[in-house]
């Protein structure tokens, strides 16, 4: 069993800062890949950006430049440090963690960007 926990999720004015972390914890053996996806009201989820075990990172076009994922290995965590957020940036955030063939999910934290 693998748990991912979120937290830093909150209310920021645009162009503000929010950093959040996903911490895995249970029967981890190898954790691959991580990242980050993110659902708004009445949309799919989508993807923010992920982070291999080595630290290759693929970001969508949309948050490049603004936000930066990293993840310490040893305390199988990552980090997403968002930047200059936008309204559009609001959405619920969602870890996510590759383990073999398993994907593992997060409950989701709640970002909320006013203008």
């Known amino acids: 069993q693998v748990q991912l926990v979120e937290s830093g999720g909150g209310l920021v004015q645009a162009g503000g800062s929010l950093r959040l972390s996903c911490a895995a914890s249970g029967s981890i053996f190898n954790i691959g890949a991580m990242g980050w996806y993110r659902q708004a009201p009445g949309k799919q989820r989508e993807l923010v950006v992920t982070?291999?075990?080595?630290?290759?990172?693929n970001y969508a076009d949309s948050v490049k430049g603004r936000f930066t994922i990293s993840r310490d290995n040893a305390k199988n965590t990552a980090y997403l440090q968002m930047n200059s957020l936008k309204p559009e940036d609001t959405a619920v955030y969602y870890c996510?963690?590759?383990?073999?063939?398993?994907?593992?999910w997060g409950q989701g934290t709640q970002v909320t960007v006013s203008s």
């Open positions: 982070i291999s075990r080595g630290g290759v990172t």
């Open positions: 996510n963690a590759k383990i073999l063939i398993t994907d593992y």
